[in-house]
């Protein structure tokens, strides 16, 4: 039977919504000064079901997961000098896009994080929140979290670096994709939906 076009790869679980509410009330405690609660939050946030997901989807080819093998490419995978530049969106297009997506990967609506406000609470809470080039040492949620500029139609098959052809994703939808189109991995046009929307800030509003 053929696979049946979806939302996103694999859906997150749910513990990610109590965690993003763990991580907001750990930047209000931050913000006040109480660096012990916040530091407990951010501890309760790195859970090992979001490392599992993560590692499910990212990790190795998984037909349930990824869809059948394309047989074959199309539109044909590109020679490097051959792609549209630049290879990344302007500061400019990534304003526009956050504008009109907001912090919510516009697959499973995970949502998610800046990877300069990751860094920056690593910093002030390397023991709780750690960040590090090593994906087993990174913080669970804010691995998954990592906000992603995604081309709807990769770069390395004509996509061009565009407001127009990108989206905010996680980082789980975004590598779990690799360089598949949407049709390749089954996936419905993020675009044909509204983008979630919430209160949820990217946790924008840390004092640092
Ligand atoms: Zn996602």
New binding site residues.
């Given amino acids: 039977m053929p696979m049946e076009l979806r939302r ?1 790869l694999l859906a ?1 679980p749910s513990e990610v919504w109590t965690a993003a509410e763990n991580l907001r009330h750990a930047v209000h405690l931050h913000n006040e000064g109480d660096r012990s609660g916040a530091a407990v939050l951010f501890r309760a946030a790195d859970l090992a079901r979001i490392g599992d997901w993560f590692k499910k989807v990212v990790g190795p080819f998984d037909e349930s997961i990824h869809g059948p093998r394309p047989t074959f490419l199309e539109p044909p995978k590109l020679p490097m000098h051959q792609r549209k530049r630049p290879r990344m969106v302007s500061a400019a297009g990534k304003r526009a896009i956050i504008a009109r997506d907001g912090y919510h ?1 516009r ?4 949502p998610v994080i800046p990877k300069d406000t990751v860094k920056a609470i690593a910093l002030l809470y390397p023991e709780d929140a750690p960040w590090t080039d090593v994906a087993a040492d990174q913080h669970r949620f804010f691995q998954a979290a990592n906000l992603q500029y995604d081309h709807l139609l990769p770069h390395s098959r004509g996509g061009e670096s565009s407001v127009e052809n990108m989206v905010v ?2 980082a ?2 975004n590598y779990g994709r690799m360089s598949n189109t949407l049709a390749e991995s089954f996936l419905l046009d993020p675009r044909d939906f509204p983008s979630r929307t919430s209160s949820w800030d990217g946790l924008q509003l840390i004092v640092l």
């Fill in positions: 996103c997150p990967c697959f499973c609506e995970m994703t996680c789980v939808c």
